[in-house]
């Protein structure tokens, strides 16, 4: 095989190397491409009004990651008319939009976004006052967690790797070419 022939072989795993990190990051990122996609959505599947519980999806605690949004929704027939959200005092402040006076009213969704400087581990303690279909208040106490996104770092890794070897390729080309 010609010194030519392996250049260009080199130059095309490189070229194949940068396509498939575009698709691990635009794939492997929560599933979704899109940007101002929700990354976190809690389903509020149903409310107890015998011990003022909301069950939750995901259930426990939710993960959350820097600059990602968290979106709250009401499932059908949950028993869950509307809602609003505020913080618990000591907790950590993760969310932009709660940095506001408590919202005064019930709402039928709700959505937030992750601060980027929010502590890596960082726990949310929150209150989801809510109200059944009959008009009745309640309070429930979820909490979510601020995590890291190991798939960044992945994606930088995979970026390092390539300019490595686009820099690799340009410093040794004259060996490619002319050996």
């Given at each position: 095989?010609?010194?030519?022939?392996?250049?260009?072989?080199?130059?095309?795993?490189?070229?194949?190397?940068?396509?498939?990190?575009?698709?691990?990051?635009?794939?492997?990122?929560?599933?979704?491409?899109?940007?101002?996609?929700?990354d976190?959505?809690?389903?509020?599947?149903?409310?107890?009004?015998s011990?003022?519980?909301?069950?939750?999806?995901?259930?426990?605690?939710?993960?959350?990651?820097?600059?990602?949004?968290?979106?709250?929704?009401?499932?059908?027939?949950?028993?869950?008319?509307?809602?609003?959200?505020?913080?618990?005092?000591?907790?950590?402040?993760i969310?932009?939009?709660?940095?506001?006076?408590?919202?005064?009213?019930?709402?039928?969704?709700?959505?937030?976004?992750?601060?980027g400087?929010?502590?890596?581990?960082?726990?949310?303690?929150?209150?989801?006052?809510?109200?059944?279909t009959?008009?009745?208040?309640?309070?429930?106490?979820?909490?979510?967690?601020?995590?890291s996104?190991?798939?960044?770092?992945?994606?930088?890794?995979?970026?390092?790797?390539?300019?490595?070897?686009?820099?690799?390729?340009?410093?040794f080309?004259?060996?490619?070419?002319?050996?």
């Amino acid at each position: 095989m010609s010194n030519l022939m392996r250049l260009f072989l080199f130059q095309l795993f490189l070229l194949i190397l940068f396509f498939i990190i575009l698709r691990v990051q635009n794939s492997m990122s929560f599933g979704k491409v899109d940007v101002a996609a929700v990354d976190l959505k809690i389903t509020i599947v149903k409310g107890d009004v015998s011990n003022s519980s909301l069950i939750l999806d995901p259930a426990g605690i939710g993960d959350a990651y820097q600059n990602k949004k968290v979106k709250w929704v009401i499932a059908a027939g949950s028993n869950v008319g509307s809602f609003f959200i505020t913080k618990k005092d000591g907790s950590e402040q993760i969310f932009d939009w709660y940095d506001r006076p408590p919202w005064p009213f019930y709402i039928k969704e709700g959505k937030a976004t992750v601060k980027g400087d929010a502590p890596i581990g960082s726990i949310y303690d929150y209150t989801i006052h809510w109200k059944d279909t009959a008009g009745k208040k309640y309070h429930w106490d979820p909490k979510i967690a601020v995590k890291s996104d190991s798939l960044y770092d992945l994606d930088l890794l995979f970026y390092i790797l390539y300019l490595v070897s686009a820099m690799v390729s340009f410093i040794f080309r004259k060996r490619f070419l002319y050996k």
